[in-house]
């Protein structure tokens, strides 16, 4: 007699928190046991492998629209290809706001275009201009669609929030029982520093570091959480570069508040010196904040390992090297300050992590689920459907081979993007099979999903991101529109 669809048999199942031989059986798209002698109407056999939860990203630029028409080059059709391959199953990216404009009608027109995915998605919602229409009106429609997450930028022209405006971010959030995340870079200090640098004649990618230096960052972070404080907002910080940015997060929960921190691949293995490769070649590497050097890549592990920094997601950005939108959108000689920011990760962020982390010693696999697929998932309001191997969950799962090594290749990624910033390094480690809601989705390389079997998932209220209570003088001042 067979109990289940599927069964995923023999392999080693890694959750956040046990590692143990196991079976896991799948019925209609979901865990329906994990235990062993598992019999099913079809058999993955995962002798040798880890089976882990498919991969939750929860920052990367899919498909993002821009002002004037148009979306980034990475698709969701592509994204998902690559986010398969490297063994993602769900993603969370974002809707804009264009200044002067509302944000019901870019998520709808953003909805449209996502239906193409073959991964499970949803969004932040990013606020560029926090008018009373969008603060007081908008925001409540789209928090209640089940886009439960805020997105702001303290920096670039023309994203950035002032502190007002932030402040009236913070407030909608807490009203509407919705999650702030933040890039945290200071404006006005970057603006100043850059003039400086090109009135110096340093154009380079190499002085895009120069530029936005991790006080910029550390100031910015220290603000957004004294901000959040005030407000009694939970928020989290978006992709930490370094220690020093870390201890504010430290400083914070130290206090008793909900802030958790963030970071990504690319500030583990890169360093602003590779900005400083020959040509143009270093715009490639050029993503804010800037990657820093190999003392602060090193301190992240202790971060990682000690939960300040709870998620590791990729800030996959959708710029091609080549391409007339992409790195060289402004000429091959155009100064650092116009060369389009961030750096493609969706296929890689799962690879480079095991490799770096679990293969080398520095985190085990536990933490690896906990970093790249369970915090997230508790994060973001997706828990338990996602994020885990237990009864009831989404049948996401990654096969892993831990001792498989790779060469990584842009071919590999299978992104829409023309290059990868980790091309030619070696990992250990690598997803063999990808399966979403009980299907195999990828298996050696070859993505089988579907376009549009990917589904949205509308995050209701959860206790995770509840405010603490705590308001200066218990006046909570959120409650007044203002
Ligand atoms: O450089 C980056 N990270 N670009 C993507 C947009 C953002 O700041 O997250
Ligand atoms: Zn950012
Ligand atoms: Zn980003």
């Known amino acids: ?75 969701f059709i592509t994204g998902s290809t690559s986010a398969l391959a490297g ?37 932040h919602q990013i606020i560029t201009d926090a008018t009373d229409e969008v603060i007081f009106n908008e925001v409540p429609q789209v928090v209640a669609s089940g886009v439960r997450s805020l997105k702001v930028f303290l920096t670039y022209d023309p994203l950035h929030l002032d502190d007002r405006q932030f402040i009236r971010v913070l407030a909608a959030a807490r009203r509407t029982g919705a999650l702030v995340t933040v890039h945290c870079e200071n404006y006005e200090a970057i ?35 004294a901000l959040a404080e005030m407000v009694d907002q939970p928020i989290q910080i978006f992709h930490v570069s370094c220690p020093e940015v870390a201890d504010e997060i430290v400083r914070a929960r130290a206090r008793g508040l909900k802030v958790w921190g963030e970071t990504c691949p690319q500030y583990f ?24 050097d190999a003392a602060a890549s090193e301190g992240l592990w ?42 493609p990760g969706l296929g890689s962020r799962l690879p480079i992590l095991f490799s770096e982390g679990v293969s080398k010693g520095r985190i085990d696999a536990c933490t690896f689920v906990r970093l790249t697929a369970f915090n997230p998932s508790r994060l973001f309001g997706l828990y338990p459907r996602k994020g885990t191997i237990a009864p009831g969950a989404d049948a996401d799962l990654v096969l892993w081979d831990a001792a498989k090594r790779v060469t990584m290749t842009n071919d590999l990624m299978q992104h829409i993007i023309d290059y990868t910033p980790y091309e ?13 809601r009980g299907e195999v989705a990828m298996k050696d390389g070859i993505v089988q999903a579907q376009p549009g079997s990917g589904q949205f998932l509308a995050r209701g209220p959860y206790d995770m991101i509840r405010p603490t209570g705590n308001v200066p003088f218990g006046f909570d001042a959120s409650t007044f529109l203002v």
């Open 269 to 292: 293995v890169l360093s602003a010196d590779h900005m400083d490769r020959p040509g143009f070649e270093g715009a490639k590497f050029m993503c804010s904040p800037a990657p820093r």
């Open 424 to 436: 030619g390094m070696e990992v250990t480690g690598w997803p063999v099979t990808t399966i979403r």
């Open 87 to 123: 063994g993602t199953t769900t993603v969370i990216t974002f809707s804009t706001q264009f200044k002067g404009h509302g944000i019901l009608k870019p998520l709808a027109e953003y909805r449209r275009r996502a239906a193409k995915a073959m991964v499970d998605y949803t969004f």
């Open 191 to 225: 603006r100043w520093r850059t003039a400086a640098l090109l009135a110096d004649g340093r154009t380079e990618p190499k002085y895009h570091a120069w530029s936005r230096p991790a006080v910029v960052e550390r100031e910015a972070t220290h603000r957004a959480i």
């Open 302 to 343: 202790k971060l990682v390992r000690d939960g300040v920094l709870d998620v590791v997601s990729s800030d996959h950005s959708g710029w091609s090297y080549d391409s007339p939108v992409g790195k060289r959108a402004n000429g091959t000689g155009a100064p650092f300050r116009d060369i389009p920011n961030g750096v």
């Open 1 to 75: 007699m067979t109990d289940y669809d599927l069964v995923v048999a023999g392999g080693t199942v890694v959750t956040a928190s046990d590692m143990y031989r196991a079976d896991v059986g799948i019925v209609d798209g979901r865990i329906a046991a994990v235990g062993t002698g598992l019999r099913g109407q079809r058999t993955v056999d995962a002798q040798g492998l880890l089976v882990m939860p498919g991969g939750v990203d929860s920052h990367c630029h899919i498909e993002q629209l821009q002002a004037g028409g148009g979306a980034d080059e990475e698709t």
